[in-house]
């Protein structure tokens, strides 16, 4: 069974950064997409960015140029460095194994960011 687990949320300045991680078990991680999306109180779960396992990143158009995906395939963890954040970024993060021929979707259990003005 896949399992996510994000790290790395806190409370943060406005224009301050953070490292989000989320290690993954019990799948093949190298050959899945990986993502991060985030939900803040009252709104939809939003996609904020995607790698592949080429390494091909996408990103939401709120987070281009200040948020970075990336990913380490021998320690099974995708990261999320975000920095200038805004109070708008605040939501809780969570990190997802996109379905495939392997296996189905999986979502972790989210990690908070507060972005205080």
């Known amino acids: 069974q896949v399992r996510l687990v994000e790290s790395g949320g806190g409370l943060v300045q406005a224009g301050g950064s953070l490292r989000l991680s989320c290690a993954a078990s019990?799948?093949?991680?190298?050959?899945?997409?990986m993502g991060w999306y985030r939900q803040a109180p009252g709104k939809q779960r939003e996609l904020v960015a995607t790698?592949?396992?080429?390494?091909?990143?996408n990103y939401a158009d709120s987070v281009k140029g200040r948020f970075t995906i990336s990913r380490d395939n021998a320690k099974n963890t995708v990261y999320l460095q975000m920095n200038s954040l805004k109070p708008e970024d605040t939501a809780v993060y969570y990190c997802?194994?996109?379905?495939?021929?392997?296996?189905?979707?999986?979502w972790g259990q989210g990690t908070q960011v507060t972005v205080s003005s």
């Open positions: 790698i592949t396992s080429g390494g091909s990143t």
């Open positions: 997802n194994k996109q379905a495939n021929s392997f296996g189905p979707q999986a």
């Open positions: 019990g799948t093949i991680f190298s050959i899945n997409t």
